[in-house]
């Protein structure tokens, strides 16, 4: 039986008053509490959570703004993939091309869906493209009612049509079909589809849908995994999805369906407690506590609707953790004040007055490693600066006043609570912790904390560091697929398998917008005849530009249309841009309007019958003309202009506008990359930035804009900075599409990845230093955080060297760092709070506090590092691996924070003796 407890000197006085108010107005307190629980938790159905990449980052940056730009003008920014794979032969099957053509209707028939920029054999805007003694011929590649199943010779002649189509088109055909060689299976070159060697095993379907998508993901990517599992259903097949938003969505549905790892969580929490306290008032009320905390933070969220991810999911289960462990703390001091008097309200006032210091000061704390989350431009850092500051203010009424408030109004027998002032297993860890501490064994902690430092440097590289990056083996960048999911995952082994048979999964957009802004056509005034009359294409165009200025409009009867898409030199330095971006090692596929008007060319050029020649794949410029007739005189800018209205004819509406604006004067090209690898994509980004300052004054390059430089979009007056500037301002173009997304994130984490945790320590060190008035012992914690601090920076250069990179420290994980600080210094508060007790207790008895304060607070801590390892298992247990990284970086920094607290902190308050612990007769 334990002894009784030793009496301890009398609380502050204003801690003291707390206790008798919140115990003399109890009920009222426990109505309130228990109402606003009950109030907030009816808001958590109109939680957003939505995952949505445009919402995570700052949209003042240049990709965020760009993306944003592309995806309101050309669309094509929520692409879904859908890779049907045959099994046996080629895809040139009457029920291979009926299948494709009917996931094209299902998906076609999805919510949010944007039919007018699908691509695939049976999308509208795909045709067959050939010229006879007419002119162009456009038509659809597949029949509305599918290839005849009932009429062989039929069906041989519409799937004979259909492949013509496709490999004659060396533009779209990448983007329709998986060629591979019959004999060694490796992808076919894109000039080489119209070869016989070469094999058609697989068809894709490439969806595009609206933003609007973003707000039905749950019950979206339901529909579309069923879609998908009954087409799956043919063993004739194989069938691979991928893309943004079946990605994001199936985040969403993923952490939905594992909704029993949460269940597992909360029985081990429980266990645990039972196992501490032996009853279950104390294995309850600190669930009960620390659950009115979560119900209120997630209805907060509801209430505001704030645009969320799936990594909020680390909300509520570091609420559970930190809360359980001021629970611990608070419900273990009633415990051992009812085993000793019997009298609940004594206990409930001792309790509260003892631990409201310590809990206040650890809980502004953890405020301020949230806060300081709110410096950041960035929605889901913001969300979790605003919620965890309100859930860890809130844990100061649901656990700390409370659970004491409910043992009084259901108060545990002083029988029950005898062996709560100690078990067996805290005296015995608490005695051998401070027999170490004590003795020559004090350097074992010394050395622990060495060599994970040495490990740290090692894998931080940062003797090869500089200012711009001190730790060079800490890699910044992102990998999307391996931060949304796991390596098991079948989402991600779906994504790999579709970046080896296509092109590329990661999508690039480049868009660009002519410098001179369009005049309006002439309604009432018309520029002269004569100029009809006028042969040679540049004094034409100087005199149309005269007569613009004069008039304030345009004229393009004699002058031709406007817009840089009509503008032959234009087209051909994005032809240019493409044969190189084609050519890189990273980048597949690329489309642009460029692309059409080369078809075009290349159609036209041949003689009806005779076969098309791939070197008349080419924009009609001068050049181009002159090498095959050095007399020809012909305009290409007229040339242009005529297949543009040819084009403009024989297409359907909207088929051309995921490439060209209306006016001609923006588009966009658009290409995939196929490595996912963080380093590697950040290279394809500046080498595509090179390309475009090394020809950003060519002739058809200079008449344009690329990209933005700042945003939102909306405003592009603020886009001052020309390309022909150069400078200490200058700032080269963002691109768009995921690689966009990919470099922004990179954009955020080298900016925040060093100067938010320091933000965090330095503000922890300042309210600490007012706290304890104590500038030694806000050192001795800023150590202690700092040590801890490097550590996760070790971590993430292990990751980045084994190339995990679920784990390498990208923007998404960065948030790690001060939330881990902030909930960290709680065990260092608790420590030095529960120190200082002891010490005047026991007359300054340095030997005897530290072991009174290990066998209970120190046990306590340990208590809490188990219900924290238990609330981690949902963050682990899902395919996400964002949660997992979350769960990684946390849990292995506060399992570091206890050890520092209980083991090196004691050192270090004995070795510099701060007065706020020893007294000024130290």
Request: glycine letters at 8%.
């Amino acid at each position: 039986m334990a002894s009784t407890p030793r009496p301890l000197p009398p609380a502050q006085p204003w801690a003291e008053a707390y206790a008798r108010f919140v115990i003399r107005f109890r009920w009222i307190i426990i109505v309130l509490i228990l109402t606003a629980t009950g109030v907030l938790a009816t808001q958590i159905p109109k939680m957003d959570v939505r995952n949505d990449p445009d919402t995570l980052l700052p949209p003042t940056n240049r990709y965020v703004a760009t993306n944003d730009y592309v995806e309101k003008k050309f669309g094509m920014a929520n692409l879904m993939v859908i890779a049907v794979h045959v099994k046996e032969g080629d895809i040139f099957q009457p029920w291979f091309i009926n299948k494709i053509q009917q996931i094209h209707r299902d998906m076609e028939a999805l919510p949010e869906a944007r039919p007018e920029n699908f691509i695939n054999l049976a999308a509208q805007k795909i045709k067959y493209m050939g010229a006879d003694e007419y002119g162009l011929v456009f038509q659809r590649l597949i029949p509305t009612a599918g290839i005849s199943t009932t009429d062989p010779d039929q069906a041989a002649e519409e799937l004979a049509f259909l492949e013509e189509g496709i490999r004659t088109n060396p533009v779209m055909a990448p983007m329709l079909v998986s060629m591979v060689d019959r004999e060694t299976g490796e992808n076919c070159a894109y000039e080489d589809y119209d070869k016989a060697f070469c094999k058609a095993v697989a068809a894709y379907i490439i969806a595009d849908y609206s933003d609007g998508v973003k707000e039905i993901y749950l019950p979206w990517v339901r529909e579309v995994r069923e879609l998908m599992a009954q087409h799956a259903e043919d063993d004739r097949v194989e069938i691979l999805v991928a893309g943004e938003p079946y990605f994001l969505a199936y985040m969403l549905l993923d952490l939905v369906q594992k909704w029993w790892l949460f269940a597992l969580s909360l029985l081990i929490v429980i266990a645990v407690l039972w196992l501490e306290f032996r009853n279950w008032r104390g294995a309850i009320f600190p669930v009960l506590g620390v659950f009115a905390t979560i119900a209120m933070t997630l209805g907060l969220m509801g209430y505001t609707e704030f645009k969320l991810t799936t990594m909020m999911v680390l909300t509520p289960m570091l609420l559970l953790a930190i809360g359980i462990g001021h629970s611990v703390q608070i419900t273990r001091r009633f415990m051992l004040e009812q085993a000793g008097s019997g009298d609940c309200f004594k206990s409930a006032h001792i309790a509260i007055s003892h631990t409201i210091i310590p809990a206040t000061l650890s809980i502004v704390t953890d405020m301020v490693g949230f806060a300081t989350l709110a410096l950041v431009d960035i929605s889901f850092f913001k969300a979790y600066a605003y919620f965890g500051v309100f859930g860890m203010l809130t844990l100061l009424f649901t656990t700390t006043t409370l659970i004491p408030l409910l043992l009084t109004v259901f108060p545990p027998s002083q029988e029950s609570c005898n062996d709560k002032h100690g078990h067996r297993w805290e005296a015995k860890v608490g005695g051998g912790m401070t027999r170490m501490l004590l003795g020559p064994g004090k350097w074992l902690p010394i050395g622990v904390i060495a060599l994970v430092m040495a490990v740290s440097a090692y894998h931080t590289r940062f003797w090869e560091g500089s200012v711009a990056d001190p730790f060079p083996g800490l890699e910044k960048g992102i990998n999307y697929a391996r931060a949304a999911f796991k390596e098991k995952s079948e989402t991600w082994q779906d994504l790999e398998r579709l970046n080896q048979i296509m092109p590329g999964v990661i999508s690039v957009s480049v868009p660009i917008r002519g410098r001179e802004a369009l005049s309006p056509d002439c309604l009432d005034t018309y520029f002269p005849e004569y100029l009809f009359d006028i042969d040679d294409p540049q004094e034409r165009r100087a005199q149309c530009q005269a007569y613009e200025r004069e008039l304030g409009c345009w004229d393009p009867d004699p002058c031709g249309a406007q817009g840089i898409f009509n503008d032959a030199s234009v087209l051909a330095d994005v032809e240019r841009m493409e044969n190189w971006m084609r050519a890189h090692a990273f980048i597949g596929y690329t489309g642009s309007y460029a692309q059409y008007v080369r078809l075009v060319n290349m159609l036209l050029a041949a003689e009806p019958g005779d076969p098309l020649d791939l070197a008349d794949l080419r924009i009609p410029t001068r050049e181009y003309l002159q090498a095959i007739d050095p007399d020809d005189d012909r305009d290409p800018d007229a040339i242009v202009q005529l297949y543009n209205g040819l084009l403009e004819t024989m297409t359907s509406a909207g088929d051309m506008d995921s490439f060209v604006s209306h006016d001609w004067n923006e588009g966009v090209v658009l290409g995939f990359i196929n490595t996912m690898d963080p380093v590697e994509t950040h290279q394809v980004t500046m080498d595509i930035q090179q390309y475009i300052e090394d020809h950003k004054n060519d002739p058809g390059f200079g008449k344009v804009h690329f990209g933005l430089r700042s945003g939102p979009w909306t405003d592009l007056s603020g886009d001052t900075n020309e390309l022909s500037i150069e400078g200490l301002d200058y700032v080269r173009p963002g691109v768009g599409g995921f690689l966009g997304a990919t470099e922004a994130t990179r954009e955020v984490a080298m900016d925040e990845w060093l100067r938010t945790p320091m933000q965090t320590a330095l503000a922890i060190f300042l309210i600490a230093a007012l706290m304890f008035r104590s500038f030694t012992l806000a050192g001795l914690l800023l150590a202690t955080l700092l040590i801890v601090l490097f550590a996760q920076y070790g971590l993430g250069g292990y990751f980045t060297a084994v190339q995990n990179w679920s784990g390498n420290l990208a923007f998404h994980l960065i948030v790690t760092l001060s939330i881990a600080m902030g909930l960290g210094v709680d065990y260092g508060i608790y420590m030095i709070s529960r120190l200082k007790e002891e010490m005047e207790a026991t007359g300054r008895n340095w030997a005897q506090a530290l072991r009174n304060t290990q066998n209970t607070t120190g046990s306590a801590v340990i208590v809490s590092v188990f219900v924290l390892l238990g609330s981690f298992i949902p963050l682990i247990g899902t395919d996400l691996a964002n949660t997992w990284g979350l769960a990684m970086y946390i849990g292995a920094a506060l399992i570091l924070h206890v050890f520092t607290a209980l083991m090196l902190l004691p050192l270090l308050i004995r070795w510099f003796r701060p007065k706020y612990v020893f007294g000024t007769a130290a």
